[in-house]
């Protein structure tokens, strides 16, 4: 039931769908820290306890991977991304009346956040269906959605706040994340029609525990496994250092406007970063050995976290921003590339839902232990080591195992080929063998035909004799 990709046509519709639903994925759990430090003024809260909306959001976002993965392969990405788009609007429409922070926590961080996950995972997968030879352009072109969304939306959340506060802009903000709806209606299914045959093979797939949706047997894959432990521990520091970094420049004196200006230079420098990360990426230098430019961007993303706190004042953080941006970008570009470069196009959507639902507990830890690291010293500079220590360490591990992956690699190819080589060898020696016991048996066949004619002829010869001495 395998097909080619068309890489293109209606292909590049999709890609634009996925901008939009990857976007709002990624860059809206960032954007609503602009509200943070009024909803903590409102409720009376601590910074580790306001990092838990965003972190509930992410960790829901991520740990409804496997649950988005297992409807997408029952109903495709389609239905699945449009209802994503309608639980989100009505968890941030519900927000905007909620009267505790415990009710945040339900409305924004649980219904939006598994609303969110519903559009983050059918978008990713849905590429792969699409595209083959240009996939690393195209997963590059879609993840710049989420700094495009950023850069949106950081200015907006500032404007809707100063002229309609928190909870007006939490009804605005739901009633804009409807067009993911729209986005999902782009999702045109793919792929060869089912037949009788393979209808027959789903209904007794659907009998095994989830095998059919997903793939247990990847924990048992090298590749796999690499990815996973290094990403998880990557994530401790990945979100973290966005969210706290317009409050941090509001903790050194700096403007609220300024300070929501940092993201957009963040997400300026991603949005660029992303597409271009993709065509490297997909050059024929750089994708045969794909993790270890995965393995150098995560690093260089924990090398800018290290040197933040240098930055005292507006300049530094400008400067902050603008790399940091770059080493988000390019971790992200590549973050399901690498992935689908280990397991396959086939395994991947398990692949996908396994890796996210691991994922979703560092990510939820990730926020909250910076800002309890805030709050314990009073101090920003300490969330930023902790951030930058974990992200380095983590691209030295991915760089190593991948290294040790590589090698491994090419000696099972090497013993491949070589096990082939021996098999022909063998095939070709048995095929003389018989050939010859063919020869042989009839050898010994033609024996008994021939032997009796000399006798026969030796009688003769005799019986002539005789009667010639008589």
């Known amino acids: 039931f395998a097909y080619t990709p068309p890489d293109g046509g209606w292909g590049w519709a999709v890609v634009f769908g996925a901008f939009i639903s990857i976007g709002f994925s990624y860059a809206f759990p960032k954007a609503i820290a602009i509200f943070f430090k009024e909803i903590q003024d409102v409720f009376g809260t601590s910074y580790s306890e306001i990092a838990w909306v965003s972190s509930i959001m992410l960790a829901t976002t991520y740990g409804g991977g496997p649950i988005s993965s297992i409807l997408v392969n029952r109903f495709g990405s389609r239905p699945v991304v449009i209802f994503g788009g309608l639980l989100c609007g009505i968890g941030m429409i519900s927000a905007a009346f909620c009267t505790s922070i415990l009710q945040l926590y339900i409305c924004v ?5 598994f609303g969110l996950a519903l559009n983050l995972q059918p978008s990713v997968i849905i590429i792969g269906k699409y595209f083959l030879k240009r996939r690393p352009i195209a997963n590059g072109l879609a993840m710049a959605g989420s700094p495009v969304m950023l850069f ?21 903000l739901g009633a804009i994340l409807l067009n993911c709806c729209v986005a999902g209606a782009l999702f045109r299914p793919i792929g060869m029609a089912a037949d009788p045959v393979r209808k027959q093979t789903v209904k007794q797939a659907e009998k095994t525990k989830f095998n059919k949706y ?23 520091g990945f979100f973290a250092p966005i969210v706290f ?13 300024s300070a929501a200006f940092l993201l957009s230079i963040l997400a300026i420098v991603d949005m660029i970063a992303r597409p271009t990360t993709g065509i490297i990426a997909n050059s024929k230098w ?3 050995k794909i993790q270890y430019f995965f393995s150098f961007s995560i690093a260089f993303n924990g090398a800018c976290h290290l040197l933040c706190p240098l930055a005292t004042g507006y300049t530094g953080l ?17 973050l ?11 395994r991947f959507t398990s692949a996908v839902g396994l890796v996210t639902i691991v994922e979703c507990c560092t990510i939820l830890l990730g926020p909250p232990i910076g800002g309890t690291l805030i709050d314990t010293f009073g101090d920003y500079k300490y969330m930023f080591i ?17 290294y040790y992956n590589y090698r491994m690699l090419a000696k099972e190819e090497r013993e491949r080929i070589a096990t082939e080589e021996t098999m022909k060898d063998n095939k070709h020696i048995r095929t003389e063998t018989e050939d010859g016991n063919i020869w042989a048996k009839e050898k010994m066949q033609d024996g008994p035909e021939v032997e009796p004619l000399t006798d026969e002829k030796e009688g003769l010869k005799k019986e002539v004799n005789g009667k010639s001495e008589v």
């Open 109 to 113: 961080g649980v219904i939006s956040g």
């Open 152 to 172: 949106t939306l950081a200015p907006l959340n500032q404007f809707l706040f100063d002229n309609f506060g928190w909870r007006g802009s939490f009804f605005i």
């Open 214 to 236: 997903l793939d247990f047997s990847l924990f048992k894959h090298r590749g796999f496994l690499i990815y996973l432990i290094g990403n998880v521990l990557m994530f401790l």
């Open 245 to 257: 970094l317009a409050p941090y420049a509001k903790h050194l004196g700096i403007d609220e406007y």
């Open 286 to 288: 750089v994708r045969p």
């Open 318 to 334: 400008v400067v902050y921003s603008v790399f940091f941006g770059l080493g988000f970008g390019m971790v992200c570009a590549m």
């Open 336 to 346: 399901f590339e690498t992935l689908m470069d280990l397991v396959g196009a086939v």
């Open 386 to 402: 902790k951030c930058g220590a974990v992200m380095v360490l983590a691209g030295a591990f991915l760089f190593i195992m991948n």
